[in-house]
């Protein structure tokens, strides 16, 4: 024990990163740099000091601090991300910044059921996403507006990631950022022809490929493209079942005179997941953390739907609930967009994206609380979301003495489909359900609703940065949105649902949505920086009772349309001020931040996750305040260590009024997100070879809004080395690298409430972490 206290000491110790060189102001007159413009004057510091980075340090870090910008921005880079295992969601890559925690029940966060971030204790449908200046939605499972960034784009395409942790910029094409924003951007093809081969595998039968070929420049003018194809296929690490995916990716880029160009990038991706079963934590004490369903065993499942249970599982409060036979979610994707970038003149910048993105699919789950009509004690139930979407982000920026000058519209046209079905399933004897994911079940024997969302959103923006002094900076601007949405129930049975599925339209607006920022290099090294915002997010759309998202629609018609005239769209004032310090070897980034969020929506879960009654409710005002410390050390040549500290204390401002009476909300914490967060890690480069291993460690979280149950805190530590072997022949540069996930073998519970949180201790639902996981890579360029 003293051993193992020692060695997470000293990890808690050890931790990676190495902040850009200090990226000094421009000349107050000078006009648009037509290698760095961009509409939002932050994103485009955090740019040009990623580049300074990439040309001046060795090795990188996890996180580059926005040395110049206004807001609290971090990013991360390529060659942070090739740490991680490939494949590893982008949004895991994140969670080493300062307060951001990301949680997944698998080692990839490729599981889009599980996948939860947290971002100042926003969670991330409250956050804005957007890859290349497209909107992703807000990325939650089952979207109605968007996809998951893993679906987007193939990791290995991922040029980086900028974050603004407090409030994204006012330019930024998301109607869901109330609490910063996180913006990705795809590589752009090489200028030399050639390729990338890269094939992974490791634990759980885990085996990935991955292949892009470069044309390089095909003519004088500098026209290239790239193409990709990415196979991943992996079992759960608990239960049977599997993560497949198929992916494309395809990007041109044709340069045009005055720096400017004309960029399109297309994505397809077709998914199939299996789930991880849900827990509680008397399953966790009766069953334990291996809980599963019951796939491939149809005889398990079904006896278990007729009350014959494995032993182990009558120890627990409700073997009926415990497990299933399956549950699965299939998706295919189609999303790309068109980027002119324009040098009008000198002075003067046009920059405009069209977009589109089409997704199909469904989910599928074997549930025992809807026998089939032939007997059968079970029947598949099944999901069918489908999304349609278009439009456009455009944007101006005009430079003239010390000001830049940036105003843009959004608009975006939206169609979002579900219902729900059900599937019979056979007799004992007489046939199995097999694997969900290969078809739509075809002997559906009910339908209780269908429904058909429309959604128009319009955005204007307008900002101007003043270089008052060459070390004073100022961005001030404000946003208008609005966000109109209604839905149509075409198919609906009145009995199966209880009453009549909620049907109306809503409208979320605000004329003003102002955005106040400043930074000051007050000395050397040495600068200052503070923001205050106002957001809003629009009314979240999701079908009936799906147990996904706090929206309106999930109601019957009567408790919609009570509620209707008194609900109001979140909004919150965010503030923010923080510091800066950056030398060759030392650097450092403290922040101080508060929320005023009001109108807060949450989604009231009672019963079982899976028969629950759920609503919408108002619980009020929630107040935060927060600290986030940040220190990097490069004592000597290639070596770099990072620590990171993070705080934030979260709670309800009012007791909530229910059908159940008054429920003592107030001062109580928000749930799900820690009050305290260490990140750290420590990287190491000699000649060819790299290692880095790192280490988070998370507070206890919330399971209920009254705070009488919680999961406890917990530290990962993973580890990872690379080595070049260098060149041979045509291939240039024969790479192998090794990681492990959860190098101690924690057991720790990992997404909590995915479906949705209660008042007080019951049916609290929450997902296991992977143990420990080996993979190793071999790629080579040619």
């Known amino acids: 024990m003293d051993f193992q206290k020692n060695?997470?000491?000293?990890?808690?110790?050890?931790?990676?990163?190495?902040?850009?060189?200090?990226?000094?102001?421009?000349?107050?007159?000078?006009?648009?740099?037509?290698?760095?413009?961009?509409?939002?004057?932050?994103?485009?510091?955090?740019?040009?000091?990623?580049?300074?980075?990439?040309?001046?340090?060795?090795?990188?870090?996890?996180?580059?601090?926005?040395?110049?910008?206004?807001?609290?921005?971090?990013?991360?880079?390529?060659?942070?991300?090739?740490?991680?295992?490939?494949?590893?969601?982008?949004?895991?890559?994140?969670?080493?910044?300062?307060?951001?925690?990301?949680?997944?029940?698998?080692?990839?966060?490729?599981?889009?059921?599980?996948?939860?971030?947290?971002?100042?204790?926003?969670?991330?449908?409250?956050?804005?996403?957007?890859?290349?200046?497209?909107?992703?939605?807000?990325?939650?499972?089952?979207?109605?507006?968007?996809?998951?960034?893993?679906?987007?784009?193939?990791?290995?395409?991922?040029?980086?990631?900028?974050?603004?942790?407090?409030?994204?910029?006012?330019?930024?094409?998301?109607?869901?950022?109330?609490?910063?924003?996180?913006?990705?951007?795809?590589?752009?093809?090489?200028?030399?022809?050639?390729?990338?081969?890269?094939?992974?595998?490791?634990?759980?039968?885990?085996?990935?490929?991955?292949?892009?070929?470069?044309?390089?420049?095909?003519?004088?003018?500098?026209?290239?493209?790239?193409?990709?194809?990415?196979?991943?296929d992996m079992n759960l690490w608990k239960g049977g079942g599997y993560d497949y995916s198929d992916q494309v990716n395809a990007k041109i880029v044709q340069p045009l005179p005055h720096d400017s160009s004309l960029k399109a990038f297309f994505d397809w991706s077709s998914t199939q997941q299996f789930d991880y079963q849900d827990m509680t934590q008397n399953y966790l004490n009766t069953i334990g953390p291996k809980l599963a369903n019951y796939y491939p065993n149809y005889t398990a499942a079904y006896q278990a739907a007729q009350g014959i249970y494995p032993a182990q599982y009558l120890k627990s409060n409700d073997p009926y609930d415990a497990g299933y036979y399956a549950g699965t979610a299939n998706r295919v994707d189609y999303f790309g967009g068109i980027t002119l970038d324009e040098n009008l003149t000198s002075h003067l910048n046009w920059k405009t994206t069209v977009y589109g993105h089409g997704d199909s699919g469904y989910s599928t789950w074997t549930t025992p609380y809807m026998p089939s009509p032939n007997g059968a004690p079970l029947s598949q139930r099944v999901q069918d979301p489908g999304i349609q979407r278009g439009g456009f982000v455009t944007a101006v920026t005009y430079g003239i003495a010390r000001h830049k000058i940036n105003a843009g519209v959004w608009y975006e046209y939206g169609r979002f489909t579900e219902g729900r079905s059900f599937a019979e399933a056979p007799l004992l004897g007489q046939g199995t359900l097999g694997n969900p994911t290969d078809g739509y079940p075809s002997n559906v024997f009910a339908t209780p609703w269908q429904e058909i969302f429309h959604s128009n959103t319009f955005t204007f923006h307008l900002?101007?940065?003043?270089?008052?002094?060459?070390?004073?900076?100022?961005?001030?601007?404000?946003?208008?949105?609005i966000v109109s949405a209604g839905n149509t129930v075409p198919t609906q049975n009145v009995a199966a649902n209880g009453g009549l599925i909620a049907q109306g339209n809503l409208t979320a607006s605000d004329a003003f949505l102002p955005q106040v920022s400043a930074a000051w290099r007050f000395l050397p090294h040495h600068e200052l920086f503070f923001d205050v915002s106002k957001n809003m997010r629009t009314y979240p759309e999701d079908g009936f009772s799906t147990n996904v998202s706090a929206t309106p629609w999930t109601e019957t018609q009567n408790a919609f349309q009570s509620t209707k005239n008194n609900l109001?769209?979140?909004?919150?004032?965010?503030?923010?001020?923080?510091?800066?310090?950056?030398?060759?070897?030392?650097?450092?980034?403290?922040?101080?931040?508060?929320?005023?969020?009001?109108?807060?929506?949450?989604?009231?879960?009672?019963?079982?996750?899976?028969?629950?009654?759920?609503?919408?409710?108002?619980?009020?005002?929630?107040?935060?305040?927060?600290?986030?410390?940040?220190?990097?050390?490069?004592?000597?040549?290639?070596?770099?260590?990072?620590?990171?500290?993070?705080?934030?204390?979260?709670?309800?401002?009012?007791?909530?009024?229910?059908?159940?009476?008054?429920?003592?909300?107030?001062?109580?914490?928000?749930?799900?997100?820690?009050?305290?967060?260490?990140?750290?890690?420590?990287?190491?480069?000699?000649?060819?070879?790299?290692?880095?291993?790192?280490?988070?460690y998370i507070s206890s979280r919330q399971l209920t809004y009254t705070n009488d149950a919680h999961v406890p805190g917990y530290f990962l530590a993973n580890f990872g080395m690379h080595y070049n072997f260098g060149d041979y022949k045509i291939l240039k540069g024969i790479n192998a690298s090794f990681n492990v996930y959860n190098l101690f073998n924690k057991t720790y519970v990992s997404t909590t409430n995915e479906l949705g949180n209660t008042f007080t201790a019951g049916y609290n639902y929450f997902l296991m972490g992977a143990p420990r996981q080996f993979f190793g890579t071999i790629s080579t360029n040619f």
């Open 7 to 232: 060695l997470v000491r000293s990890t808690l110790l050890a931790t990676v990163s190495i902040l850009v060189p200090y990226h000094a102001f421009a000349a107050p007159s000078a006009p648009i740099d037509h290698a760095t413009h961009s509409p939002q004057a932050d994103t485009r510091h955090v740019a040009q000091a990623r580049k300074s980075a990439l040309a001046r340090t060795r090795p990188e870090t996890i996180s580059v601090f926005g040395h110049g910008s206004t807001r609290q921005m971090t990013s991360v880079t390529r060659s942070m991300m090739e740490q991680s295992v490939p494949g590893t969601s982008p949004m895991k890559v994140l969670n080493q910044l300062p307060g951001i925690v990301y949680q997944s029940a698998d080692p990839f966060g490729a599981y889009e059921y599980s996948s939860s971030l947290y971002m100042r204790g926003f969670s991330q449908n409250q956050i804005g996403f957007t890859l290349d200046d497209i909107p992703l939605g807000d990325q939650q499972f089952n979207n109605y507006n968007g996809l998951s960034i893993t679906r987007a784009i193939t990791t290995d395409n991922v040029g980086g990631a900028d974050v603004s942790q407090g409030a994204g910029a006012v330019d930024v094409a998301s109607n869901s950022n109330l609490g910063g924003a996180i913006q990705f951007h795809s590589l752009d093809p090489s200028h030399e022809r050639g390729g990338t081969v890269e094939q992974t595998f490791g634990s759980n039968q885990t085996f990935r490929t991955f292949a892009r070929i470069n044309s390089g420049d095909l003519n004088r003018s500098g026209t290239r493209f790239y193409a990709s194809y990415a196979r991943t």
């Open 463 to 481: 900002q101007d940065t003043f270089q008052v002094m060459k070390n004073l900076k100022i961005n001030a601007g404000f946003k208008s949105m």
């Open 568 to 696: 109001r769209p979140e909004k919150d004032w965010v503030y923010e001020l923080g510091y800066r310090y950056n030398t060759p070897v030392l650097s450092g980034l403290v922040s101080l931040y508060r929320v005023n969020f009001s109108n807060r929506l949450q989604l009231i879960t009672s019963g079982h996750g899976i028969n629950a009654q759920t609503a919408i409710s108002n619980v009020g005002g929630v107040t935060t305040n927060g600290a986030e410390a940040s220190l990097t050390v490069r004592p000597v040549n290639g070596l770099s260590i990072y620590n990171s500290f993070s705080y934030a204390h979260s709670t309800y401002d009012q007791n909530v009024l229910t059908s159940s009476g008054l429920e003592p909300t107030r001062g109580k914490l928000v749930p799900n997100y820690p009050t305290f967060m260490y990140k750290g890690s420590i990287s190491y480069t000699w000649h060819r070879f790299k290692a880095n291993l790192d280490g988070n």
